[in-house]
């Protein structure tokens, strides 16, 4: 695949594709005689890796941490299932305040609807809230 397929397929641009292999979020990919980018699938499946690991709100620094490890082989397992599962409580933690906020917001919105039906917005809570 070119670098246009690639960014077509992950919904990014081809700035960001170069920077995520520049700093190491995904491993150099193998060029043709031509210097073209040729990506296969295991440049796909890295490329697909580091665009999951970004919405998930974990730092390109992390993400190429996590590749240096992997390129280091199996003695980093424990390595990697410690950058991971940080990644993942600190998500968890992100999850559960936007959880709150989403709660609020719904909240609100409610206040906002019962306001609309009877003439008077309150911020009383009512039963079952």
Request: hydrophobic residues 40%.
């Amino acid at each position: 695949m070119t670098i246009k397929d690639v960014c077509e397929k992950f919904g990014i641009t081809a700035d960001t594709l170069r920077y995520y292999e520049k700093v190491g979020a995904i491993p150099k990919v193998a060029r043709s005689s031509g210097g073209i980018r040729e990506y296969d699938d295991e440049a796909l499946n890295w490329v697909q890796n580091a665009v999951c690991l970004r919405k998930a709100g974990v730092s390109v620094e992390a993400i190429a941490e996590y590749v240096r490890l992997f390129n280091m082989g199996d003695e980093t397992l424990k390595a990697r299932l410690d950058l991971l599962s940080n990644e993942r409580e600190e998500l968890g933690k992100q999850l559960a305040e936007l959880t709150e906020a989403v709660e609020l917001l719904d909240w609100k919105i409610s206040r906002y609807r019962k306001a609309v039906e009877t003439g008077v917005l309150t911020w009383d809570k009512e039963e079952g809230e």
